[in-house]
């Protein structure tokens, strides 16, 4: 094939490219191959260049979204085999150290991970059942043994459900039912199978186990749709480590080795980042502010990008460093490492068709892909818009990509879009070195317009000699002033703490978290509060006091119990609170304050803004 140069280096933010830059200016992307016919339905997470055959030749491997496994070899499509079940990721990994070495490659689909060994099936993995609550079980034994009417059933179920206990998707569907006839043919059809209770995968990655070289035994690491995280086997008959989070993981990334020191960076779906180090979940918790949409690990740098048009970077203690904001929404972020160069970079895709490229947090290039052509347009990084929303055109979004070996080319860029096609990309040999690019974005065009600096006017060089002549006077009163105000702060937040007033704990060894919601119109409002003890030790024995104006509300348990706080778990407490002068219209705050039984000490109090209360209408 005859690869086009399409990339390139765009022009500065705010001006042309001053002339020592476009000296160095070079193609980044090379357009090697383009099939618009491919019918490719796939995610990044289900594309994987491997050396199945242990040749040299890598291949690209894809799980489609139409249940078929398919390898492609160049241009050409070689083998397509049929998946059980809709994937959900896709990983090639080394199982184990016979010679040759060739990779196998995993398939996760529904609770099931199948091992494709030559392109063969060889192994199917099956995530362990949950445990099935005591109660749902006795009851569906009682149904086996006509001891328990079904209708009957259903309602301690659903008590059970209201009551916070997790059942079965069995359960569940028999609670949803609502005719007689049709709980009854239900319960008749599956009371005489086994009650068991399957989680299913939703993301499939690799850790390396002992050595750090490319053909190196790993590990398989998986998240489960029940907050679990596991570390299987090389031969993934059994699991090594399993940990429980408290969301579902959406992407993991694995660095360092299993056996001497590993760190396992999961997003999950409650907008949150963990860190795994060595087997247990450390205290490092980033928060983000929207969904993520795409995690990269580079160096000692976490890449999130989130919903929200922004990529935020974290250190791997959780300290941000800086955050990027795009002008479209992110589809696909990838890592970009050339192995020759050792140069690492990040590779962002947006829903305007964009495909940028980042080294540390500068922008190196733009191009604008196309699926409907070979040729990728150079995107001049002024002419980027903002996103309007309608970005999104049939057939024309990025759906997945992936950056590695493809052939016997070191740096190849895979890309499949949602209209089915599928493009190949290679980076030019002069622009191997990542670190090297020039960067884009250049000086805003309004730091080239000279300041207007007025005239110095004869108050103005009296003013100049009056500091001059007075520095050392009006240093000491300057100096004089902090102090003032540093004392008066001091004795503020001593007050402050003294009152218990103070938003979080200060009682040495305690740490607590409270926050409050309203709900309700009046005159009859709900408290709910959430308790959570972001310390490392038990708290016993505590209490909530509210503190209210005894004219205007009342509260019918003014004072709540809670006998144990376990760290790193959520309470979650009511109280009900009743205006009793609705028709005046009034309002006043209810402050809750947090004490151990035994000690007037406050541990954390909150202050809750009470709404004005809605009059009832007489009818």
Known sequence: HDPLMSGGAPLPLGGMMDEPAAQKAVNVWLNAWHDPVANIKAFSQLMDLADVNGDGDYKLIIADLTKKLKVYKGTSLVSEHVLLDVPVGLTSYYMDTATPSIPVVAVASGPFIFIYRGMRPFHKFTVPPLHVDPQENEIWLDLQADKLEPTKAREILKAAKDKGATLTSRSLDLIALHDGNRIHDYVMLHRSQPLASQTSITYLTSIK??????????????????????????????VLRKLVLRSPPSFIVASGLYDVEYRLIVACRNNAIYIVKNGEVTSTLIELESQAVGLVRIDKMIHVGCMDQAIHSYQVRGRKTFSIYMPSPIIAMELMHHTVSNSKALLVALMNGELRLYHDKNLVNIVQLDPSSNIANIVPIHSSLPSTGNEEIAGNVLSGMRFGHFGRETGALVVCFSGGSLQCKILSRASSNLGQLPVLVGPAPESEIPLKVPKKTKLYMEQTHRERESAIDMHRVFQRELYKLRLQTARSFFKVINDGQGPLSFTAGASLR????VQGIGPVFKLKMQMENTGKRILQNLVITFIFSHELYRIHTPVLHVPVLVPELSYKLEAVVECIQAENGGAEPIRAIVSPANSSLPLVAAIITMPIPEVPFEM
């Open 514 to 517: 409270l926050t409050a919601q």
């Open 209 to 238: 186990k002992c050595k750090d070289d490319d053909n190196a035994v790993s590990c398989l690491v998986f998240g489960t749709e029940s907050s679990q995280l596991m570390i299987l086997e090389p031969n993934a008959t059994t």
